[in-house]
């Protein structure tokens, strides 16, 4: 069964930070590579991390970590910008599974 769930979203003021959460099952924790994506309104859905590499509009600001233990996959986000307001979504790399996402919004 695949089974995404992400969580850690919220609200921020810009400068901030904040830190997702994306529990897998194991069948594909342990099978796929995994990554993060977002999505803004009006725009398609990007692929801003994977643990090899990043978005360079995230680069430097965001890391991507997983917890084997835990089939779990983060990402924290440091000084966190307006333009980072999206949903954000845990999933497979290439993708073709992905978690309900999890909003982010970056406002003063």
């Known amino acids: 069964q695949v089974q995404l769930v992400e969580s850690g979203g919220g609200s921020v003021q810009p400068g901030g930070s904040l830190r997702l959460s994306c529990a897998a099952s194991?069948?594909?924790?342990?099978?796929?590579?995994m990554g993060w994506y977002r999505q803004a309104p009006g725009k398609q859905r990007e692929l801003v991390a994977t643990?090899?590499n990043y978005a360079d509009s995230v680069k430097g600001r965001f890391t991507i970590s997983r917890d084997n233990a835990k089939n779990t996959v983060y990402l924290q986000m440091n000084s966190l910008k307006p333009d980072d307001t999206a949903v954000y979504y845990c999933?497979?790399?290439?993708?073709?599974?992905w978690g309900q996402g999890t909003q982010v919004t970056v406002s003063s």
């Open positions: 999933g497979t790399v290439p993708g073709r599974y």
């Open positions: 194991e069948s594909i924790f342990s099978t796929k590579a």
């Open positions: 643990l090899t």
